[in-house]
């Protein structure tokens, strides 16, 4: 029995599902001789863009899933830098991805953001057993149920629900109110993350007194949406008094990839300027802590230079438009007292 045979209407079909737009005139044409000359089955013309270059770069590659690998403790290699197709698809972030159970080389930026936190906890030693970690608007993100996993007991914190509920956050399951809803994906044994996670409200702008002694803390593009760039600033230098000398402090937030003299200043997004990331890096290192050296590189394949725009549908969402502006996520990673001699 013949099978399926592929038309130029699966042709079309296979551009819109696949890359998202219509066929161009030289690649329908090409396709179309395929599709006369050797009569393939629909699958095969799939699996044909599936292989394309603009493919990849769009979706990561499909055909073979590479989950990585985990780099040496104690080697360090991230800095403070932008979110980059390069860095999502290396070995390391594979690795974490995996372990996220996310897709390995997945084009989106939040899956760059919890992969940036995690490695840079891991290769400076935070995420070893007993270590204590506390997060901040922690939503329903996985990195909670992955440090527990991991033998760290963890202090996950989140905004009020009444607040939250006001901002939006509820409705978009972007709050939580409960450790429950931050091992959804099972990454940790439910008796192994009732002992070593605990919840509490915490508001960013307002960091409890008692909240103090953490090897390490985190959070995943939060401080820009406590209302104007100050706040965002004052939080990420309030936050160091949580942790005790030698802690590591890892932020993301938004970077501003095209203007270093306006920006959204104010708001429920605001958006860092390369200038503001500076001067918030003066103003730690004033106070004795020491933050990585910078990296404004903003990568140069396809998939970096596309900006996706709302309302963010776009399979490849590295870069999106905030207002006026491309943002991209930017990660920032602080050591407490570092300069004063005090890691241990």
């Known amino acids: 029995m013949s099978g399926l045979k592929a038309t130029p209407e699966d042709v079309r079909h296979a551009y819109r599902l696949l890359l998202g737009r ?58 403070c830098q932008a979110c980059t197709q390069a860095q999502i698809e290396s070995p390391t972030f594979r690795y974490w991805a995996a372990s996220l159970r996310e897709k390995p080389g997945g084009l989106h930026r939040k899956l760059w953001e919890w992969c940036y936190i995690t490695q840079a906890l891991y290769e400076r ?45 509820v409705d978009t399951n972007q709050h ?16 192994d993350f009732a002992e070593r996670v605990r919840f509490r409200e915490v508001d960013m702008r307002a960091i409890p007194v008692d909240l103090r002694g953490f090897d390490f803390l985190w959070s995943s593009c939060a401080l820009e949406h406590l209302g104007s760039l100050q706040n965002g600033v004052d939080y990420v230098i309030q936050a160091m008094d949580c942790l005790r000398d030698g802690g590591v402090a890892v932020h993301t937030t938004e970077l501003n990839c095209d203007s270093d003299e306006h920006t959204i200043e104010i708001g429920g997004s605001v958006v860092y300027r390369k200038r503001d990331l500076l001067e918030l890096a003066d103003r730690l290192r004033a106070l004795g802590h020491r933050v990585e050296p910078f990296n404004f590189d903003l990568g140069d394949s396809a998939a970096d230079h596309y900006v996706d725009e709302p309302p963010y549908r776009g399979r490849t969402h590295l870069k999106l438009r905030l207002g006026p502006y491309a943002s991209t996520s930017f990660g920032m990673i602080v050591t407490k007292n570092a300069m004063a001699g005090g890691i241990p």
């Open 22 to 79: 219509e066929p161009d005139p030289d690649g329908f044409r090409h396709y179309c001789e395929i599709v006369a000359q050797d009569q393939p089955a629909p699958g095969l013309i799939a699996e044909y863009l599936m292989g394309s270059t603009e493919f990849r770069e769009r979706h990561g590659v499909l055909t073979k899933v590479d989950a990585g690998r985990c780099s040496e403790a104690g080697v360090v290699t991230l800095m």
């Open 125 to 169: 030693g935070m995420l070893e057993k007993g270590r204590r970690g506390l997060g901040f608007a922690v939503g329903t993100e996985p990195l909670s149920a992955l440090f527990a996993k991991m033998h760290c007991s963890i202090t996950a914190s989140d905004i009020g629900e009444e607040v939250a509920r006001d901002a939006g956050w």
């Open 176 to 191: 939580a109110n409960g450790a429950d809803q931050l091992n959804q994906r099972g990454l940790c044994p439910p008796a």
